[in-house]
């Protein structure tokens, strides 16, 4: 597949453009974007990433907008060479994104470059920078050689090593600082939130797709809590089918009355904030869980 389209299109097609200090960089002249090959590699590409990764509910839309962070790419990582890095999950800033980045391409080019042929075109700049050529060669060379594994089975980053030079209010209030950043950012929050939820409500047979309508009435976070604090909420308590705002409110009420008893404190966010759709109220509310459980 690599042979293919990379080796067939003319030397004037991909172009050298001198960068800083005599940095050279290949790019896709933007006549080559709509080769039909070109086309059908991408296409190939992100039915593999979504068939890999079905099991983990993450689905890739973009090459180009879905991998920049290293979400993806971490979880490709796990599922084909059984390698986990204890790094953040969700990463928000710019800075955290690149150091996630550098820890996954280390572990992908220890590997990819041990095998004959395998040529490294690709490194955090250009991956962060949504750079197609050099997101095509790493996703290429890691199909062509899915198969490898991992002598080392974990490497840690603690908070506090190389994330000092992180503000504290990043530190106390990530969801905050997300919303002051681009939109695709808080999607890419999202992604990941929504496949921690769906990760520890497949044994109910509950699924959530929206994010900003399913937590407004309360029961799927009452449910949620439940999974991950190990105890069952009573029927009696709330309302399993709630039909107006009093009785979501009450679902709500209770839900954010059992995080502050579990010591997840959330003054900030009040139960009518919940029903009332407020999606950074509910990322408040869902990222603290997740922030609690990720590791275990």
């Not at 879905?66 to 490709?76: N, P, Q, R, S």
């Not at 040529?119 to 250009?126: E, G, M, R």
């Not at 060379?141 to 990043?170: C, N, P, W």
Request: charge should be negative.
């Amino acid at each position: 597949m690599e042979a293919d389209i990379f080796d067939s299109h003319k030397a004037e097609e991909a172009v050298d453009f001198e960068f800083f200090q005599g940095e050279k960089r290949k790019i896709i002249q933007p006549a080559s974007l709509k080769d039909p090959k070109l086309e059908k590699l991408k296409e190939t590409l992100v039915e593999w990433i979504n068939t890999t990764l079905k099991p983990e509910h993450i689905v890739v839309q973009s090459l180009e907008e879905d991998l920049y962070d290293g979400l993806v790419l971490h979880h490709l990582l796990s599922r084909l060479a059984g390698v986990h890095l204890t790094i953040e999950e969700i990463a928000l800033t710019r800075k955290a994104q690149i150091r996630k980045l550098e820890m996954i391409l280390e572990e992908l080019n220890m590997r990819l470059s041990s095998r004959e042929g395998c040529q490294i075109k690709w490194n955090v700049t250009l991956i962060h920078n949504k750079d197609l050529l050099a997101t095509l060669h790493l996703l290429v060379a890691m199909v062509s050689r899915s198969g490898i594994k991992s002598d080392v089975q974990m490497e840690v980053l603690t908070e506090g090593s190389k994330a000092d030079s992180q503000s504290s209010t990043e530190r106390e209030d990530p969801i905050e600082q997300l919303l002051k950043l681009e939109p695709y950012k808080v999607n890419t929050v999202k992604k990941a939130i929504l496949h921690f939820v769906n990760q520890n409500m497949a044994t109910l047979g509950v699924h959530v797709a929206d994010m900003d309508k399913q937590f407004a009435d309360g029961v799927i976070l009452l449910l949620l809590i439940g999974q991950l604090e190990g105890f069952f909420v009573p029927l009696f308590d709330f309302n399993l089918t709630p039909v107006n705002d009093s009785e979501m409110l009450h679902n709500v009420t209770l839900a954010l009355d059992l995080l502050n008893e579990l010591d997840l404190q959330l003054t900030s966010v009040a139960p009518q904030d919940i029903v009332s759709r407020d999606i950074t109220a509910t990322l408040k509310v869902l990222y603290a869980l997740f922030k609690k459980h990720k590791m275990k």
